[in-house]
């Protein structure tokens, strides 16, 4: 097993400015700062009004910078979205209503009728249904791509791909793929990168620094930690990409309540501790399924073994606290008794916060160009528990899965 990484918090823009923790602990809102308040305030608005008729009059000239109506953020969403850019070293930030809002209004900033998009094989499954029934509804081509295409994306681009979207590590199967080297070919053609970072969040994977032109997150999960809100972001690399953004935003009506945006960034505060503490369980645990009989594979790029291993070590600061297990087969009476004799382990989808999450891939990943490796696939959040409990809960589940086997 590697030794683990620890964090990409000490990470700075230039020599000289705050690493990304401290810029994470003292990000604030002007107002806020003023009155010596340590955090920004939840603003409620829809109606702005205005002292003058003629800052009325060219009010939307000022959309990307100032707060001119509530549909479009205030004050609490504006100190969110600039503590996500910074923490992403990006342009600006568009906070959405989910992070499954921030995939669709990315996708639907760039493209239209008649155009094709590429989609890496081991995307979200919301990610892909989007695609298939919204986007092809729409008319624009879709097609699928296998995570380890590098600069052989070449072949699978048409004339009319206008944007390629990525998730790594994938989705359920955790391939990783060579996010730079992607981006160097979709820059060189003036196609739009648009990926979905909500695994290593912008404390381990920035990417926007490997050449992606927005950063997707589902702050439901990370950024947030504690399972008690929906919010998604998307961060973009330059000032053009940025009004696309906020543009398709505004115009599919999107908009985001200021407790969302307040409990976000709270969440935000705890990041760097939280994620080290996920890590480090996320180790622990494999340390101990790696020995048991029934694991034929942990799927986790931040194993020596991995196939991602490699491009993990070189691109990623850290490894959250998801990862897979590949088990043996399982038939419906043992998947039973391994998920219902848990008590730490919750059984439940929303992954990222403060609890240990054990699922069943079910339904099973769905791939268009690549294969699942056979045997019964589970999906593991560590959480924030103690690591032994954690194991003893394993253990005692482990151990009835054995005893009914010897039973039959
Ligand atoms: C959860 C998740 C999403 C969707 O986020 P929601 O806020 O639940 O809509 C998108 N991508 C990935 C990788 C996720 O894990």
Redesign the pocket.
């Known amino acids: 097993m590697n030794g683990r990484k620890l964090s990409g918090a000490e990470s700075r823009a230039e020599p000289g400015e705050a690493s990304l923790v401290t810029e994470l602990i003292h990000s604030n809102s002007p107002s806020a700062r003023a009155a010596g308040l340590l955090n920004p305030p939840v603003h409620r608005a829809s109606t702005i009004t205005y002292d003058t008729v003629e800052d009325y009059i060219d009010r939307h000239t000022r959309i990307y910078d100032e707060v001119i109506y509530g549909l479009y953020g205030t004050e609490t969403t504006l100190a969110l979205e600039a503590a996500i850019a910074k923490l992403e070293r990006g342009y600006r930030t568009v906070v959405t209503s989910?992070?499954?809002?921030a995939?669709a209004l990315a996708l639907s900033a760039f493209l239209k009728n008649g155009d094709h998009v590429l989609v890496i094989d081991t995307a979200?499954r919301?990610?892909r249904r989007f695609c298939d029934e919204i986007l092809s509804g729409a008319g624009v081509e879709v097609s699928y791509f296998p995570p380890d295409a590098a600069n052989g994306i070449e072949a699978y681009i048409r004339p009319n791909t206008r944007a390629i979207l990525l998730?790594t590590p994938g989705?359920l199967t955790f391939e990783m793929a060579d996010i730079g080297a992607i981006a160097l070919v979709a820059r060189a053609r003036e196609i739009v990168t648009i990926l979905?970072n909500?695994?290593a969040t912008p404390l381990f994977f920035r990417p926007i620094e490997h050449g992606v032109d927005v950063s997707i997150a589902?702050a439901?999960?990370y950024l947030s930690g504690h399972s008690d809100v929906?919010?998604?972001a998307m961060t973009a690399a330059s000032p053009e990409i940025f009004r696309r953004l906020k543009d398709a935003a505004r115009q599919w009506g999107n908009c985001v309540g200021p407790d969302e945006c307040y409990l976000v960034h709270r969440g935000l505060r705890t990041l760097d501790v939280r994620l080290e503490r996920h890590q480090r369980n996320a180790m622990s645990l494999i340390a101990w399924l790696q020995k048991q009989p029934e694991v034929r594979r942990v799927l986790y790029p931040a194993l020596a073994d991995d196939p991602g291993y490699s491009i993990w070590t070189r691109d990623f600061a850290g490894a959250s606290g998801l990862f897979g297990v590949l088990l043996d087969p399982l038939s419906t009476a043992e998947v039973s008794v391994l998920f219902n004799n848990l008590s730490f382990f919750k059984l439940g989808a929303?992954w990222g916060g403060f609890e240990s999450l054990m699922v069943p891939a079910w339904p099973p990943p769905v791939r268009s160009c690549m294969k699942v490796d056979e045997g019964y696939l589970i999906r593991v959040h560590a959480g924030l528990e103690s690591s032994d409990d954690l194991i003893a809960d394993l253990e005692l589940a482990f151990a009835r899965l054995r005893h009914r086997s010897t039973r039959e």
């Open positions: 989910s992070g499954t809002a995939i979200y919301s990610t998730e989705s979905d909500t695994w589902a439901t999960k929906m919010l998604g929303s």
